[in-house]
């Protein structure tokens, strides 16, 4: 695999949008192969496999203030979802890295 860079960000504004909030499909150029996901502020749901639910029904985990998730690959970037499970919208601090060929 080719040294990694950096090759763009996004803030998520994480709110309780029905199926989740993804990071911006035109964001993931097909030079994309990770996104390195901290959470600002507000307890978020995230999950790559179902829509997430406040609840957690589906079994999506919990990412707190502070903490930091990497997603790999192209498909499980593209199906990325988070909602928060409170009354207080997250902000997800998105660092996009991939090749810089």
Avoid at 28 to 39: G, P
């Amino acid at each position: 695999m080719p040294t990694l860079v950096q090759i763009g960000e996004e803030q998520l504004d994480v709110d309780d949008t029905s199926g989740g909030v993804g990071i911006t499909a035109g964001e993931i150029t097909n030079k994309v192969y990770m996104a390195v996901c901290t959470l600002e502020t507000a307890q978020i749901r995230y999950n790559a496999s179902a829509a997430p639910t406040a609840g957690g029904t589906e079994g999506s985990p919990i990412l707190n203030v502070g903490e930091t998730i990497e997603v790999w690959g192209q498909k499980d970037l593209h199906a990325f979802k988070a909602i928060r499970t409170g009354s207080t919208s997250g902000k997800l601090q998105v660092q996009l890295f991939g090749s810089g060929d």
